[in-house]
């Protein structure tokens, strides 16, 4: 295996770092966000403080500094300042097209609740050529030890139904489905899986 580096996200990653994050929800995202998703994304990722912004990504390079994985990760105790955050910078991102989506992000906010005392990993992605080589683990091993070392004691994920193949790396890291979220955006259906590990 090449040498492999997993350091925190940069402003300059924002580019690589928003195509991967749409690879986690190539049909969901686009849905939720529009068809600017990917702009909309790699805003949020250079904005302070939101879901999705930098401190709390990390990626992972190999062959001297290509970034070929990220996760995106974070303490559940900073949900609601990082959902205002959030809410704040899509408003001057889209401006009355979010009033618009509005009732979606409702909805996947409400069925997608995080307690205070869990570690959650939002996103996780390796760039197509690079999967099957161990990378994904890495990412996964990497958010679990962040989690204990903030003194956390669980550790969740949500993840869709369909993507098997995901569902099968977590089972093997320990992961334990505990519910199942249904949402419809734009007619369209989606089912989550709410996975969940104690940590020692």
């Known amino acids: 295996m090449a040498d492999v580096l997993i350091r ?12 991967l994050i749409l690879e986690t929800g190539q049909s969901f995202l686009p849905l939720l966000f ?19 912004s930098v401190d709390n990504i990390y990626v992972l390079e190999v062959e001297k500094g290509k970034v070929v ?16 955050k959030t809410g704040i910078a899509l408003f001057r991102i889209m401006g009355f097209d979010l009033i618009r989506r509005l009732p979606s992000f409702r ?24 999967r099957g080589m161990g990378y994904g683990k890495r ?3 990497f958010a679990e030890e962040l989690a204990k070392k ?14 098997k193949q995901a ?3 977590y089972k093997k890291l320990g992961y334990i489905g ?15 899986v709410r996975m969940e590990k104690a940590l020692k």
């Open 8 to 19: 925190e996200a940069q402003v300059s990653d924002a580019d690589v770092v928003s195509s």
């Open 139 to 141: 990412l996964m091993e």
């Open 34 to 52: 529009g068809p600017y998703v990917k702009v909309i994304l790699g805003r949020l990722v250079k904005t302070p403080g939101t879901v999705y």
């Open 178 to 192: 505990k519910k199942v979220n249904r949402v419809t955006i734009r007619n369209q259906k989606f089912t989550f």
């Open 107 to 130: 909805l996947v906010w409400m069925r997608n609740k995080i307690s205070r005392d869990e570690f959650y990993v939002s996103n996780i992605a390796v760039s197509r050529e690079y």
């Open 69 to 84: 994985g990220m996760i995106v990760a974070f303490a559940g105790n900073t949900i609601m300042k990082r959902a205002l």
């Open 150 to 163: 903030n003194n956390f004691k669980k550790i969740s994920l949500d993840v869709e139904n369909t993507n």
């Open 167 to 169: 569902i099968d790396l």
